[in-house]
């Protein structure tokens, strides 16, 4: 805050901000002019040392993120790559278990054909001895029936 040629006079204190064009006190009187006195030159310095820290944090905080997406996309590739051969691994398990009760089922159909080749085989071994008992006199290895 300055004061202006007005205030000065009269003994007032700084009343006038250097971004306004009257002070407060001349606004208020109704003066035309409003003329600062001592107007102090704006130190830049300061502002510029300011901005020239923020750049700097502002290109290392890039720099942080340029980092720490390339680290993310690394990552992202090598889950994509785990995630591809866990779905083929699971995919081979997959068409190997279905080979196997593909397998399974063929072993069943065959031991059921099986079974049923014995149990007829056992009917006629029945079959035989029944009629070989009726027939005392036929040898043991002679079949009745075919």
Do not use: T
């Not at 997406?69 to 083929?88: M, N, P, T």
């Not at 399974?104 to 049923?116: L, S, T, V």
């Amino acid at each position: 805050m300055v004061a202006c040629a007005n205030c000065a006079l009269r003994g007032l204190g700084r009343k006038m901000l250097s971004l306004l064009l009257k002070c407060r006190n001349c606004f208020c009187d109704g003066k035309r002019e409003c003329c600062p006195v001592d107007v102090p030159v704006p130190d830049f310095s300061k502002i510029d040392e300011e901005m020239k820290r923020l750049e700097a944090q502002e290109n290392a905080a890039q720099r942080v993120a340029q980092v720490a997406i390339g680290d993310a996309q690394k990552v992202a590739s090598a889950a994509r790559k785990g995630l591809h051969v866990a779905h083929s691994r699971l995919a081979r398990l997959r068409k190997q278990w279905r080979l196997l009760k593909r397998k399974e089922q063929e072993i069943f159909n065959d031991g059921c054909e099986d079974a049923e080749v014995l149990e007829v085989l056992k009917d006629m071994e029945y079959l035989n001895q029944q009629i070989a008992s009726v027939n005392a006199g036929a040898p043991a290895e002679a079949h009745a029936v075919d």
